[in-house]
C-alpha cells in the first residue's frame, strides 16, 4: 500500500516537474511577452497542480492535504488575476503584440487604452 | 419598508456565511482543539467580521456564496479543459514551429453582473493559452497561442456554462441576486464617464 501511494504521489510530482520545465521552455521559446505567459500558464496550472496534488498524496487525510489544498485554491484564483494585470499594463503601456496573419485585430490595430 | 426588510435579510446571511467560512478556514489553518486557542479564533473571526461590516465589504461581489452551488459542476468542467488545454500548449511549445499562431480578438461576453463576467475574464486567462488583455464592457479583448485554444473559445462554450453559472441554476434561492445591469453596453459607458 505504502509503495502504490509512493508510487501514485511520484507520478504526480514528476508530471508536473515536466509541464514546469515546459513553461520554463516556452517562456524562453516564445516570441514575445504576450505568447510567453502562455507558457508561464502552464507552470501556474499544471506544473502546480500536479505537483500538490502528489504531495497530497503523500501526506494522506491529515490537516496538511487541507492546507495544500487552500494553496491549490489560491493559486487558481490569483495567478489569473496577476496575469491579466501584467498583461493589460504591457498592453496599455504601448507593447504592441506580434501576431499571426490571419489574426482578427491585425498587428498594429491594437486598441490602445491611450 | 419591506425591501430594506430583504436586504436586511440578505446582509445577515452573507455575514453568517462569512463568519462560517472563515471559521473553517481557521480550524483547517491552525487545527487546534484547546478551548482557549478556539476562544482566540472565534474573537479573531468576530474581529474580522467587525472590520468587514466596517469596510462595507460584505456582498455579493466580494463574498459570492450565491455561485457556491453552481461552482460544483462548473469547475470540474474548467479543471478538465485546463488539463486539454496544458496539453495543447504544452505541444505547441515543444514543436515550436507553425503551431505557435499568436492572436488577438475580440470575445463576447453574455453574462450581466460584474462578478460573472470577472469569472469568464479569469476561467479565461487561467486556461493556458488563451489570457484576457482587457474588458471594456462586455467586450473582451483575447490572445491566443494557437489554433486549438482559439477555436475552444470560440465554440462559446464556456461563456455558456458561466452565464450559468451566474444565473444560479440549482443555487439556494436566499442568495441569488437578481441582476444589477440589464443593459452591459450602457453600463460600460456610465462607468466610463463616471472615472
Redesign the interface.
Known amino acids: 500500500m505504502e509503495l502504490v501511494l509512493d508510487v501514485v504521489s511520484w507520478g504526480f510530482i514528476l508530471a508536473g516537474s515536466g509541464?514546469c520545465l515546459?513553461?520554463g521552455?516556452?517562456l524562453i521559446?516564445?516570441?514575445?511577452m504576450?505568447?510567453r505567459?502562455?507558457?508561464a500558464?502552464?507552470i501556474d496550472?499544471?506544473g502546480i497542480?500536479l505537483i500538490l496534488t502528489g504531495l497530497m498524496v503523500q501526506a494522506g487525510f491529515t490537516?496538511v492535504t487541507?492546507?495544500l489544498f487552500?494553496i491549490l485554491v489560491f493559486v487558481?484564483?490569483t495567478?489569473?488575476?496577476t496575469?491579466?494585470a501584467l498583461?493589460?499594463a504591457a498592453?496599455n503601456s504601448g507593447l504592441v503584440?506580434?501576431?499571426?496573419k490571419?489574426?482578427?485585430?491585425k498587428q498594429g490595430a491594437?486598441?490602445s487604452?491611450k | 419598508m419591506r425591501v430594506i426588510g430583504l436586504i436586511g435579510v440578505w446582509y445577515m446571511l452573507h455575514t453568517f456565511s462569512l463568519a462560517v467560512l472563515l471559521s473553517g478556514v481557521w480550524w483547517l489553518l491552525s487545527g487546534y482543539t484547546l478551548v482557549l486557542i478556539i476562544g482566540l479564533g472565534i474573537g479573531s473571526v468576530i474581529l474580522v467580521l467587525y472590520i468587514c461590516h466596517r469596510m462595507d465589504a460584505i456582498d455579493h461581489e466580494t463574498h459570492p456564496v450565491h455561485l457556491a452551488a453552481g461552482c460544483i459542476t462548473y469547475y470540474p468542467w474548467l479543471l478538465w479543459e485546463i488539463v486539454l488545454a496544458n496539453w495543447d500548449v504544452a505541444k505547441a511549445i515543444l514543436k515550436n514551429d507553425d503551431t505557435v499562431r499568436p492572436r488577438l480578438m475580440h470575445v463576447k461576453a453574455s453574462q450581466v453582473s460584474e462578478v460573472g463576467r470577472v469569472t469568464y475574464a479569469n476561467s479565461i486567462t487561467l486556461t493556458p493559452g488563451t489570457v484576457t488583455l482587457d474588458i471594456e464592457g462586455a467586450d473582451l479583448l483575447i490572445h491566443s497561442l494557437t489554433q486549438g485554444s482559439k477555436e475552444g473559445l470560440e465554440t462559446g462554450e464556456m461563456d455558456r456554462r458561466v452565464t450559468a453559472l451566474e444565473l444560479g441554476k440549482g443555487g439556494p434561492s436566499a442568495f441569488s441576486q437578481p441582476a444589477l445591469h440589464d443593459h452591459p453596453e450602457d453600463t460600460s459607458v456610465k462607468r466610463d464617464s463616471e472615472t
Open positions: 509541464f515546459i513553461g521552455l516556452g521559446r516564445l516570441r514575445d504576450y505568447a505567459k502562455h507558457g500558464s502552464l496550472t499544471l497542480g490537516l487541507a492546507k487552500l487558481f484564483f495567478s489569473p488575476t496575469t491579466h498583461a493589460r498592453l503584440p506580434d501576431v499571426d490571419d489574426s482578427p485585430i491594437v486598441p487604452k
